[in-house]
């Protein structure tokens, strides 16, 4: 399965951004899917996941209310809808598959099988 995220770029705070995820060479309907981030000298940072067949999403705490994670199984890809940016989202966010992760273990970034390339999200102040 390969992974293609896009859509980061240069924003003020307050603005607003969206991810794309394309996935290929798998069936994307059968896949959990998320978005982690990571900056620099720190740890993988979950951010959300959204479920396959119900659609059920979680977050993670310093994004709850401001990021929507959707997917479109017609067009094999995940987005991550981002409102409110803070200086402090500024970070490269990757997209991630996995068929077979259960629902505890979806914070755990070595529990996902597949990771895309990863885009530059920068957000000023």
């Known amino acids: 399965v390969q992974l293609q995220a896009s859509g980061g770029g240069l924003v003020q705070a307050g603005d607003s951004l969206r991810l794309s995820c394309v996935a290929s060479?798998?069936?994307?309907?059968?896949?959990?899917m998320g978005w982690f981030r990571q900056s620099p000298g720190k740890e993988r940072e979950f951010v959300a996941a959204i479920d396959r067949g119900t659609g059920a999403t979680y977050y993670a705490d310093s994004v709850k209310g401001r990021f929507t994670i959707s997917r479109d199984n017609a067009k094999n890809t995940l987005y991550l809808q981002m409102n409110s940016l803070r200086p402090e989202d500024t970070t490269v966010y990757y997209c991630v598959a996995s068929s077979r992760i259960i629902l505890s273990s979806i914070r755990g970034p070595t529990n996902w099988h597949y990771w895309g390339q990863g885009t530059l999200v920068t957000v000023s102040s």
């Open positions: 060479g798998g069936t994307f309907s059968s896949f959990r």
